[in-house]
């Protein structure tokens, strides 16, 4: 499926079945090169985060095995 320029698109990121994040983008390109999209500041976007409420970004790698997920 090709998507044109200026469709609004959801940007999905996951692992083992569950999404990890979503994001909401607008197509700039589809073509053989890939897909380019733009997410702008404020978009609307759900997030996963550890079950004391930081994101994964705020733990360290080596701290990140082990931890609950959501």
């Given at each position: ?55 994964l ?14």
């Amino acid at each position: 499926m090709a998507w044109s320029y200026g469709d609004t698109v959801l940007y999905r990121y996951g692992r083992l079945g569950q999404a990890r994040f979503v994001r909401v983008g607008r197509v700039i390109s589809d073509d053989a090169e890939g897909l380019a999209l733009w997410v702008g500041p404020g978009s609307p976007q759900i997030e996963s985060v550890l079950a004391d409420g930081r994101g994964l970004r705020e733990v360290p790698v080596a701290d990140r095995v082990g931890n609950p997920g959501p």
